[in-house]
């Protein structure tokens, strides 16, 4: 239990053995955040996974009988946050669980049970004492059901998995860390949770921006206090949304025999004396939720993979599914690769790519088994295609 302002404190579970969450690779592990706040009604805002809800009950009994809640705030069915809720029930009798209209009909179908549900909508506001707790519904940021809590009366901001991070630590607060890489950590979970709902969050952005808020408390991850770190991390979702990026490359690759690999390196050379910004990835050493982190900032994606059995190979095509459902936009993408007999491959990642939201920048360079140094010289001409995007843009 740790209180984080008068009479809130913070009941959640520190997952430190998560490496995967649903295909997001978690290596620092993560934490499910519930609030409690005493007042005239005690109300728990979120809770955990079932597997953590022991530790939740802990930390709750350290500040009050859990039989006293009075109300259980789900602002996202999804599991992770509202598994504890039922095992919460059968020890607060009088408590009623608050949530929108999709929460209600989700915790119905998740949990088949007929709980005595408070469902509510943008600006309705319930009274638990001193405190009057307002409601802002914000549908697909990440799912239909997902809503904010505002507390006025401490300025603090419980918005559920927006401005939140996959990341267990014993510190609460992200100042307590390396912010750049708290906020690193916080581009990786938009890049792979939120990234297609870009239109959503700036309205989101907007409802939320008349408010007093001094602390801002989501449901993974640590907390934002200082007035600078909150400001950065509104300006950054206000650019993630609107995939505005940054005037650099990001090169990503698999190799079978070396021979896209030996292109991929030639790309990297020939970007960087154009003194243009480039990255290079291998899929065989990087997850793909890395990638995407990546892809949150990049402006120019270049793709290369070898054919086999006329198609991509398997670890390129995993990457751009998971891009399509993503649906990066404003990015431009490149194809290359090395073959044997058949291009068709290629034509499938350049239609995954415009799928996916991607413009494609011009007709990509696929090399015949192992490239000689003319072939290799091919693969200059990304570069004016490159920069006439740069210039234009």
């Known amino acids: 239990m740790v209180q984080i302002k008068d009479n809130i404190f913070w009941t959640g579970y520190i997952d430190w053995d998560l490496r995967n969450f649903h295909g997001y690779s978690t290596p620092r592990g993560s934490t499910y955040n519930a609030y409690l706040i005493l007042d005239e009604k005690p109300t728990l805002i979120d809770s955990v ?32 946050h509202s598994g504890a809720i039922d095992e919460l029930l059968h020890l607060c009798p009088k408590a009623k669980v608050v949530c929108s209209p999709k929460g209600e009909e989700g915790l119905r179908r998740h949990f088949k049970k ?6 509510v909508q943008t600006g309705d506001v319930l009274n638990i004492g001193k ?7 914000m549908p697909m940021v990440h799912w239909p059901d997902s809503m904010a809590t505002y507390s006025e009366h401490d300025k603090i901001l419980f918005p559920n998995d927006a401005f939140g991070q996959h990341y267990a630590s014993n510190e609460r607060f992200a100042d307590e860390l390396d912010l ?3 906020f690193k950590e916080a581009e990786k979970y938009y890049g792979n949770i939120v990234l297609p709902y870009g239109a959503q969050v700036l309205k989101v952005l907007d409802m ?14 640590l907390m934002w206090r200082r007035k600078e770190d909150i400001e950065g991390m509104v300006a950054y979702y206000q650019k993630w949304a609107r995939h505005e990026t940054d005037e650099k490359v990001m090169i990503v690759y698999d190799t079978m025999w ?49 054919i086999l059995n006329n198609r991509m190979l398997p670890t390129m095509a995993g990457l751009l599914m998971y891009l399509k459902g993503l649906k990066p936009q404003k990015r431009y993408a490149w194809t290359f690769g090395s073959y044997g007999w058949s291009t068709s ?3 499938e990642m350049e239609e995954f790519l415009k799928e996916g939201g991607c413009d494609i920048l011009g007709e990509g360079v696929y090399l015949k088994y192992i490239p000689d140094e003319s072939e290799l010289e091919e693969l200059r001409k990304v570069i004016p295609l490159v920069k006439d995007k740069l210039e234009k843009d």
């Open 258 to 306: 070396h021979s896209t690999e030996i292109m991929a390196q030639r790309l990297l050379a020939l970007l960087k004396e154009e003194g243009i910004e480039v990255t290079l990835i291998n899929l065989q050493d990087t997850v793909i939720s890395d990638v995407i982190t990546e892809v949150v900032s990049t402006k120019f994606l270049l793709f290369g993979s070898p």
């Open 180 to 182: 750049n890489v708290m």
């Open 345 to 347: 491959g290629f034509k």
């Open 208 to 221: 939320i921006a008349p408010l007093d808020v001094e602390m801002i408390c989501p449901s993974h991850g």
């Open 49 to 80: 996974k079932s597997y953590g809800s022991k530790e939740m009950l802990s930390r709750i009994k350290e500040v009050i009988d859990p039989s006293k809640i009075e109300y259980i705030i789900s602002n996202h069915t999804e599991m992770d």
């Open 114 to 119: 007929d709980w005595p549900f408070q469902v």
């Open 131 to 137: 405190r009057d707790l307002k409601f802002i519904l």
